[in-house]
């Protein structure tokens, strides 16, 4: 056992002794960089190690939660006590119980699945072995990028590289013990380009496991495609029209409907999906899971943050709403099954439902062949406001927007300044086509998506 | 209130600061941190997500010509300070530079009358119930009310290699409400909030009208028609009302965007940018507001910084680097979310001063336009200046009236454009709170105005 693991097991021990009935401790502790590059220059170098513990406890149907960053015996103690005193100020909830331990003791271990199931590298060996030298070097060719594909990109406001590399312990009086490691980078810049009438930015990323897997060529020029493709933007007319999502925005709905497929919104009737299961939320075009294994997936772990393994849960297919996602406290509340969905935003909060990875099923159209299909209407390739302009509860949103005028089934002039208004089950059902090249985009969650043809749409402009 | 020197021996930081300069650099910084909080929510009635935390540590930052070498640990234990000196010179190849002495010069905190942490649990979640209560009892189609409180503590001590050795010891509460109303299947939401750099004692007077506040917004949207769409007088309420300053100018003028030329002002210093009517602060010494401090997070003392002078931009938002670069003093919003942070030029407490237009005439002379009294937040790209925003309560003006509430409204356009349209500024005066992200980093933001008309602004609605 790490000393890691030691120390989720002793909080544990020491909540029981102050009190608690039960109680879980999750650990983790990450060694991170980054790199911030300008003008050629190194702008700032970062390391950090962190390391803290949050631990829920339950004292008869009363939780509380306590976390700290002194892991030291006493730390511990003062953290079980902080949890304990938490779990004494909140009222009863008949729901509330510790997750049962789940069948097979998870193992340390980075594969997923039993005998013969493929093994799952969730950490890759090359985090720890580029010098920091090298990742600088990797975060200057990524600004060089974008600044030699077109002579307009006039600087980069900023190209940045990131990596983590993180252990993580889980121990719980009613038998969950896990332990695992997992490793993530990436890298991005906001490009500057000079247009007639101001600047445009564009912003290009990529992510993978380690800095082997990131191409700066490519980060580059996707900053700069994306900042002179605004160059002479203006604002289109208001009409209702065909609309094509760019993967990076059909990601941001998609990170909403995880959202709302969460059971405590469902539960607390706060998701516009509350009343769907079972019925038609979208198009057939539109097929959607979680899946929590995908070995590509960032919020890929054996086991979610309660200790219930991950697994693949299809949320709609054929056009249906299939399940709702569950954490052990919603399960019993809704008298299911936890569908490992228990996440957490690290050890400073208590686990609650969320989605893992959203992988939304690619279809058989390319991006040429998307744009003929809508043949005159808009290609959303940014938006903005996204968290303002929803209403969580009913789905409706109406969001900014900047893109591209589709003419003639190819994309044509820039566009800017412009709203997107629809409530996100109409979105849905009005999906006509899923292209076929998808991505993996880190906004509003991990989700895997294509590009998306929206058959109709409300575009405010002018 | 804690000392600096309680939270980080003066002899341990003057071996941190030697140990971060062994490598050459011509300056460095030890940042110290204690932060603790509370929080607890009431959602269906039930007092839950209880949630009590307490972490220490600091972070080191060593500058070198361009370039910033910055390590941080968790943990004030001297040996983890003095290791993460160590990582944070590792990359520099120089000569061992040598700090100054250090000189212990903190000025007073915000005061704190009664401290959060003195106040029992039972009394905030008491405090929760009657936020509940008093939501459930604004209307019979309230559906649903939940309400959340929030106290943090931040004791923060900084020593850098210019002999500067200061701190500060910040105490925040927040209450925050929402509301959900419901007619047949029309459902709409409301929040509000109130919070201060100040004590329990912000809870003295009738704290629970904010959630009939929320409860009044969602069942007013229940009426609500489509907003209409297209470019109109658009007159923005006061106090949160800020967020739009706030976000179309604020942000454009911290200085690190400027001087990439990533700022829309870049420039323009000296020239006008608004109508004479206009002028507008940065003040992170405003009492017990939302934004407020004593130092900021690089030990500057915080101050009141005119920015906008009848119309005219005069000045930028620095931190000890970007003001080290142009040779202007700092101006105290070298901000970090914490020690895990860098520090970046960030807006303290923002605002439009009171102009002399009454709310009721700047409304009176609009025929037909739209009235933004509040929004859900927004975004900006201070390169471009394109900004767009939510409105979660507006209302359409006729024949200068408040007429209908609308839902679903957002306001979109660039901010040099917006803000030189700026017509009329009232003379009531409000502020309110926000939380502000920049750069991966949030920090408390105060926001404020009187009732402001931007002569014409486009509309993005619902209404097809």
Redesign the interface.
Known sequence: MSELAEQAAGAVERAIAAGAGDAEAYASEAENREVRV?GG????????????LGLRVWIGRR????????LSAGGLA??AA??V?????????EFAAPPAAPELPVRLSHSIGGEGAPELVLRDPTIGEWS??RVAELALAVERSALAADARV??V??AVYFDSGERTALAASAGVRAEYETSSCYAYL?A?AEGED????GLGFDLARGPAGLDAEAIGREGAERATEMIGSA?PA?R?CPVVLDPTVAASFVGLLGGAAGANAVQ???SPLAAMLGEQVASEAFILHDDGLDPQGFATAPVDAEGVPRRRTPLIEGGRLRTFLYDSYTARRGDAASTGNAGRLGY???PSVSASNLVVAPGSASGAELLREAADGVYVSDV??L????????G?????A?GRAIEGGALGRPL????I?SDLVSMLRAVRTAGSEPRWVPFGGSVSTPPLLIGEM?V??? | MTRPEELLDPAVAERVLARALAHGGEFAEVFAERRGG?T?AI??S????????????AGVRVLS???????????LDPADLERAAG??A??LRAERAEPRPLRSEAPSPQPVDQPPGDVP??R??ELLRELDQRARAAGGEI??ASASYGEARREVAVANSDGLFSGDDRTRVRIGAQA?ARRDER???GAETLGAARGFELFDDDPAAIAETAARKALTLLDAVP?P???MPVVVGGGFGGVLFHEMTGHGLEADHVQ???S?YAGKLGEAVAQPLLTAYDDGRMPGEWGSDAIDDEGAPTRKTRVIEEGRLIGFLHDRRTAGREGVAQTGNGRRESF?H?PIPRMTNTYIAPGDAAPEAIIGDVAKGFYAVS?????V?P????????V?EGYLIEDGKVTRPC????L???CLQALAAIDAVGNDFWMKTGICGKGGQKVPVGTGQGHVRIAAM?V???E?
Request: glycine share 16%; no cysteine.
């Open positions: 300008h220059e190194v702008e700032s170098l970062t390391a950090a190690t962190q390391r803290g939780v509380g939660y306590g976390f700290g960053t002194d003062a953290i902080r949890a005193e938490a779990a004494r100020a909140a009222d009863e909830d920091i030298d006039a600087a406001e900023q906001q500057l101001g600047r445009e930015t604002k208001s209702r607390r009737g706060r400073r909060s208590p903005a406001g968290h303002s302009g929803v209403n969580p509860v009913t409706v949103f109406s969001v900014g900047s800017r300044e412009f709203t208004a409300t405010s402009g002018s | 509370l607890l959602d269906e039930r007092i839950e997500s209880v949630q009590s935390g307490a972490e220490e540590g010509g361009a370039t910033t070498y910055f390590a941080h640990v968790d943990g990582e944070a590792a990359a649990a039972a905030k979640a559906a649903q959900v459902v709409e939401t907003a769409t297209g470019t990439k030329g990533a829309v895990r860098l929004f859900g937040g927004g975004q790209d390169a471009t200046g394109d900004f767009v925003f939510g979660n839902r679903g409204a957002t979109v356009g660039n486009t993005g609605g619902t097809a």
